[in-house]
């Protein structure tokens, strides 16, 4: 019985390693070493966790594959995921500029009726977005599927820090000056991009795409859950339009991380993106412009599509590792 | 080259052993001061194993437990003889200095 115990809690600490011969072998020696007791000593637990994850991340994410020079469906996949991404950051420039100190308390001066770059910084940073967008999908185009992973990270970095940084000031800490928002915009969206880029030259190797994907959407929701709660006083409406944004880091990532990793990963994102991300903006009168729904709309469709012909060619091609 | 790593190259000198058998020798070659616990032990000898010190010598499947087997490798022989007589030559000069200093090394 003691045993049966032991191997259960053995078992149960093993999983943290990858399915294997690895796992078995940790099992059988977490019950040598804790023979005669009932479950494995803390100590070891931990021990076996901290090194779990780690080989576990250290592994091949199952199913994965980079798309490569003449791989048409992949090269789509990311102009798709660099204009999303550049997309977003000048919408959520022009959002930044949107927020308005007047009479004692903040406004958001809804995006559609303002001028496009309402700043210097706004436009520096969406020109810039572009810029690298263009870099990227020309890498693509030559085949430097890194480079261009790299560069679609750094867009989709600064899209993302940007919108969280944006909402954040402007909602939560009420900065008053316009100017000092932009200031900060472009700090976050440099600063971000060389953190993401770093992470994701460090993780995309090896973690599985649909964790980016979950990562991802789990800030959303935080984010979005932080927004509810902060004195914002613009009732639900604003709450809401708030929840959409904070659902774009979540997109963001959805289209330009894990979704060069893979075909089915990059067709379930994007119909994930289309059929539940989409309907978002034009319900709550969000921050979607007609060209960003039209954009995310295409995505949607195109992921659809995608997903459909990875359904049907992985039937076929069952032996090609990564389909 | 770390003490955890010296003492599993040295654990598996002799013949091959699985992993327990490691971590029971490691913890007698260092008279209990160097415990490993799996995790721990794995890691290093996957490092090991991709630096071509120690490489799998067989399985077994014993009362339902699996036991892998891992041996010394002709280069990591070369590196722990290499080790051993870095360790010896500090040794010898740090006892030398404090037999000049007039302290009795223990």
């Known amino acids: 019985m003691s045993e049966a115990t032991l191997e259960r809690r053995c078992r149960l600490a093993a999983r943290a390693y990858p399915e294997g011969p690895r796992a078995a072998e940790v099992v059988a020696t977490l019950m040598d070493s804790n023979e005669g007791r009932r479950g494995p000593r803390p100590g070891d637990v931990l021990d076996v966790l901290r090194h779990g994850v780690a080989a576990r991340l250290r592994s091949t994410a199952p199913g994965t594959r980079l798309g490569g020079l003449g791989d048409a469906l992949s090269a789509m996949v990311v102009t798709l995921a660099v204009m999303q991404a550049a997309t977003a950051v000048a919408v959520t420039a022009r959002g930044a500029a949107a927020f308005d100190w007047s009479q004692g308390e903040w406004a958001y001066r809804y995006p559609y009726g303002i001028s496009f770059f309402a700043g210097r910084w706004e436009a520096l940073a969406a020109i810039g977005a572009a810029a690298v967008a263009v870099v990227a999908v020309t890498a693509m185009c030559f085949g430097r599927v890194r480079v261009a992973r790299v560069l679609v990270a750094l867009t989709a970095a600064a899209g993302f820090g940007a919108i969280a940084l944006t909402r954040a000031l402007g909602q939560v800490w009420s900065f008053r000056s316009h100017a000092g928002i932009g200031a900060v915009f472009a700090g976050v969206v440099v600063l971000a991009g060389v953190l993401f880029t770093t992470a994701v030259a460090r993780a995309s190797r090896v973690v599985p795409a649909w964790w980016w994907g979950m990562c991802a959407l789990l800030c959303g929701l935080v984010a979005t859950a932080a927004l509810q709660v902060a004195p914002t006083g613009y009732g639900w409406r604003l709450s809401v339009v708030s929840a959409s944004y904070a659902m774009q880091p979540a997109v963001l990532v959805l289209f330009a991380l894990p979704l060069l990793r893979s075909y089915p990963y990059t067709a379930a994102g994007a119909a994930l993106v289309g059929v539940l991300v989409i309907p978002f903006g034009p319900y709550v009168g969000g921050p979607w412009t007609p060209v960003e729904g039209l954009l995310l709309f295409a995505a949607g469709l195109w992921g659809l599509v995608a997903l459909t012909a990875t359904v049907a060619l992985r039937r076929t091609r069952r032996r090609e590792p990564g389909w | ?106």
């Open chain 2, 1 to 106: 080259m770390q003490e955890p790593t010296f003492l599993i190259l040295t654990a598996l000198a002799d013949e091959a052993r699985h992993g327990y058998g490691v971590m029971q020798e490691v913890t007698e070659l260092s008279s209990g001061r160097v415990s490993l616990r799996p995790g721990t032990l794995y890691a290093a000898l996957d490092r090991l194993v991709d630096e071509g010190l120690v490489a799998v010598e067989r399985e077994e499947v014993v009362g339902g437990r699996l036991r892998r087997y891992y041996r010394l490798t002709g280069a990591g022989a070369t590196a722990l003889g290499e080790e051993s007589a870095r360790l010896t030559a500090n040794a010898a000069a740090a006892r030398s200095r404090l037999r000049k200093a007039g302290v009795t090394p223990a």
